[in-house]
């Protein structure tokens, strides 16, 4: 297991702190919880390495203001 440290911006941060809220609120009756690191956890570990690739590709394409049919051949 490898184990990260990240930091994300606050608002990103508070978004899932709200989710875990919401999540806990509406399965409340389950007795099951989640923090907000966990869900955040979640939400990454349901990447694979094509996803994060054409993530980081249109992040790229956005950033440089390349047209949005012009897709880097070295990257699927």
């Not at 809220?21 to 989640?34: C, H, L, P, V, Y």
């Amino acid at each position: 297991m490898i184990t990260l440290n990240l930091q994300v911006p606050e608002t990103v941060a508070a978004e899932s702190y709200q989710a875990a809220d919401d999540i806990n609120k509406r399965f409340r009756d389950t007795g099951a919880s989640i923090d907000a690191k966990g869900l955040m956890a979640f939400t990454l570990v349901r990447h694979d390495a094509d996803d994060v690739c054409a993530q980081f590709d249109l992040a790229l394409r956005l950033v440089r203001g390349t047209p949005a049919d012009a897709f880097n051949p070295v990257i699927k």
